[in-house]
């Protein structure tokens, strides 16, 4: 008889509870935002009285962690966590990422930069040859949007801005995002330095100055370990 191939569901549940072995009893845990990463955080449950609690990188992490009763520490109040553990939208084989599909890539980079080792948790389908094929994030000062969406466009790429519900996303810090496509990023540390040196440039959602140190990787086989 053959089993049916899990469902991306059922993969997010893997690597989510994978996950866990990389969590330093005793610590604090840097915990990413997304529904890999929640997956994550209810495996976290199960050995919450073996941590000191989470620094979260978004409102909507906060509440869930809180909802089951794990302690959340302001970033400011912990010098250097041992982990940092999140999802990626892209990952490339030296462990460089595209985050921020879920508009919290700010507050993810600060808490990354923050931690040791950034664990990234995701399906196979997010491991790419080269990033640039999702739509990058770029969270942005309002009145700077359209002068960057030009700067894009000087690279080839196009940059719309997101919304929701007809109306400018706005994220966690008050800012908006631009999505822009067309971008081949073979260089992802130095596109990364470029953009970041735009004016009203908040965060580029390329991760490469704060790429993962592993990978756990749901695939139709399991969960594959990758270490950069």
Not at 16 to 45: H, M, W
Not at 76 to 91: K, M, P, S, T
Not at 151 to 170: N, S
Request: net charge negative.
């Amino acid at each position: 008889m053959t089993h049916s191939p899990l469902t991306q569901d059922e993969l997010k549940t893997l690597v989510g509870q994978a996950a866990l072995r990389y969590v330093v009893p005793g610590e604090i845990v840097g915990v990413g935002t997304g529904s890999t990463v929640n997956k994550f955080i209810d495996a976290l449950a199960t050995i919450k009285d073996s941590i000191k609690g989470a620094v979260s990188s978004s409102e909507a992490s906060t509440l869930r962690l809180q909802a089951l009763g794990i302690p959340v520490f302001d970033s400011n109040e912990v010098e250097q966590l041992a982990v940092y553990i999140d999802g990626a939208d892209e990952i490339d084989g030296q462990g460089h990422m595209v985050k921020g599909g879920g508009a919290a890539l700010t507050r993810e980079k600060i808490v990354a930069a923050q931690s040791k080792l950034f664990v990234c948790i995701a399906d196979e389908s997010k491991l790419v040859e080269q990033l640039g094929q999702f739509p990058l994030p770029v969270e942005v000062i309002p009145m700077a949007a359209q002068r960057i969406a030009r700067q894009f466009a000087a690279l080839g790429g196009r940059a719309t801005l997101r919304l929701k519900d007809g109306a400018p996303l706005v994220t966690d810090n008050g800012q908006h995002i631009l999505d822009v496509t067309g971008l081949r990023i073979a260089d992802p540390l130095a596109f990364e330095a470029e953009v970041n040196n735009w004016p009203g440039v908040v965060t580029v959602g390329v991760f490469a100055f704060q790429k993962a140190g592993v990978c756990l990787l749901g695939t139709r086989d399991g969960v594959k370990t990758l270490e950069y």
